[in-house]
């Protein structure tokens, strides 16, 4: 029973990735697919897109690792009165910056074709270089305004009355929706702001 749970859990994220990647496709002004052509080509590049999300992770993790022990060792030696929480909130903060850094991956290894994933996250983190505050104000209004809207349905879910928790659900309903379809337009455009208008040539160098 667990391994059958496991193996739906996985697919669910396969089918999650492709449907993202798919909507992506549709999405970007650069290479216009149709639907159906645009689900063949996510499909063909899942096993590539999953190879460039693990080495994201390592690489988030290893980067956050090495920080906390260079920064248990500066605290330790500057500053040993230092609070734990602190030292864990420039973790979280050394690992996001590196995943913002490689934000762009899903439409560099979808979009752009870059099979190789070592090339598809060299490529990413080029493609967010010297655009860190503007990629971290968009996404923090992105899902920050999710965040709001869940906090809200969550108050009214616990004020007791059951036309307002239902009207709370009712909007949670039409609003995930909206944000997953916003967001995946949003990652296309911010794609599209940040990569030259050399498509061609990126998919030459990078087959």
């Known amino acids: 029973m667990a391994l059958l749970i496991l193996t739906a859990l996985i697919a669910s994220q ?6 993202v990647s798919a909507s992506v496709l549709v999405c970007s002004e650069r290479d216009p697919v149709g639907l ?16 460039g999300l693990v080495l994201a992770a390592f690489c988030i993790a290893g980067s956050a690792f090495v920080f906390a022990i260079a920064l248990a060792v500066i ?20 690992g996001a910056i590196v995943g913002l850094r490689l934000s762009m991956l899903l439409p560099v290894t979808v ?3 870059v099979g190789n994933p070592v090339k598809a ?8 270089s010297g655009h860190g505050i503007r990629l971290t104000l968009v996404f ?10 869940v906090g809200g349905v969550a108050t009214l879910a616990e004020a007791g009355n059951s036309y ?10 039409l609003a995930i929706p909206s944000f997953s379809i916003y967001s995946v337009a949003l990652l296309a455009v911010v794609h599209e702001r940040l990569a030259p208008r050399e498509i061609d040539a990126i998919r030459e160098t990078f087959a």
Do not use: C, D, H
């Open 111 to 113: 979009v752009e074709g």
């Open 75 to 94: 605290v330790q030696l500057l500053a040993p009165s230092a609070s734990e929480a602190a030292v864990a909130v420039a973790i979280l903060v050394m």
């Open 164 to 173: 307002a928790g239902a009207a709370g659900f009712l909007t949670m309903a």
């Open 36 to 51: 159906n052509e645009a689900l063949r080509k996510a499909v063909r590049r899942l096993p590539s897109l999953v190879a």
């Open 14 to 19: 396969f089918l999650l990735l492709i449907y």
């Open 140 to 149: 923090l209004a992105n899902y920050g305004g999710m965040v709001l809207v």
């Open 121 to 128: 996250v060299a490529r990413s983190w080029k493609l967010t």
